[in-house]
C-alpha cells in the first residue's frame, strides 16, 4: 500500500491505497470487487493491455503497518498499528482509510527517518512479533 492523501474531515485518517493489487479476500463484507484496468497506466495504455487489478474496500479491522529500508548496509523498519474504518465512498484501487493514534508523526517520522511510500499492511496485531524478529536480525525498529 502507499501512505497517501489525509482524511479531508477526520483528524488522524489517512488513505491506504494501491492500485488494485490487493487479494479479493480482504474486500469489505458486501463491498464489490471491480475487476477493471490500471487506474493510472491505462492513461498511457489501451485499456485491454492493463486490464486485470481488483479495486475494492479493504475489510475493516486492526492492522500492522510496516516498511523496512536499507540505507549504507543498515536496516530499520518501521511499525505502527491502526484500524480500517468502513467508507461509504467508492474509490479506484485496493484502498481503505485508516486511523492511527498520531497521524502527523507518523508523516514525520516517515520523511525525517527516510521510508519510502509504500508499505506493507496485515490485518491484526503484529507489531510484538515483528519488533521480536527485527531484534534477532539486528534490525533497528521504529515503533510509532
Given at each position: 500500500m502507499d501512505?497517501?492523501?489525509?482524511?479531508?474531515?477526520?483528524d488522524n485518517i489517512f488513505l491506504a491505497w494501491h492500485c488494485g493489487n490487493g487479494p479479493p479476500s480482504l474486500a469489505c463484507e458486501g463491498c464489490?470487487?471491480?475487476i477493471r484496468e490500471h487506474s493510472i497506466i491505462s492513461a498511457a495504455l489501451d485499456k485491454e493491455?492493463?486490464?486485470?487489478?481488483?479495486?475494492?474496500q479493504l475489510k475493516p479491522g486492526?492492522?500492522?503497518i510496516?516498511?523496512?529500508?536499507e540505507h549504507d548496509g543498515e536496516f530499520k523498519m518501521l511499525i505502527t498499528k491502526g484500524e480500517i474504518e468502513k467508507s461509504d465512498q467508492n474509490l479506484r484501487g485496493s484502498w481503505s482509510w485508516v486511523k492511527v493514534p498520531d497521524l502527523e508523526l507518523l508523516y514525520r517520522v516517515i520523511v525525517e527517518e527516510g521510508f519510502t511510500h509504500h508499505?506493507?499492511?496485515?490485518?491484526?496485531?503484529?507489531?510484538?512479533?515483528i519488533a521480536d524478529a527485527c531484534k534477532l536480525?539486528?534490525?533497528e525498529v521504529v515503533q510509532i
Amino acid at each position: 500500500m502507499d501512505w497517501t492523501i489525509k482524511h479531508q474531515e477526520k483528524d488522524n485518517i489517512f488513505l491506504a491505497w494501491h492500485c488494485g493489487n490487493g487479494p479479493p479476500s480482504l474486500a469489505c463484507e458486501g463491498c464489490k470487487i471491480r475487476i477493471r484496468e490500471h487506474s493510472i497506466i491505462s492513461a498511457a495504455l489501451d485499456k485491454e493491455k492493463c486490464m486485470g487489478t481488483a479495486e475494492f474496500q479493504l475489510k475493516p479491522g486492526v492492522v500492522t503497518i510496516c516498511r523496512l529500508i536499507e540505507h549504507d548496509g543498515e536496516f530499520k523498519m518501521l511499525i505502527t498499528k491502526g484500524e480500517i474504518e468502513k467508507s461509504d465512498q467508492n474509490l479506484r484501487g485496493s484502498w481503505s482509510w485508516v486511523k492511527v493514534p498520531d497521524l502527523e508523526l507518523l508523516y514525520r517520522v516517515i520523511v525525517e527517518e527516510g521510508f519510502t511510500h509504500h508499505a506493507s499492511m496485515i490485518h491484526g496485531d503484529y507489531i510484538k512479533p515483528i519488533a521480536d524478529a527485527c531484534k534477532l536480525l539486528g534490525i533497528e525498529v521504529v515503533q510509532i
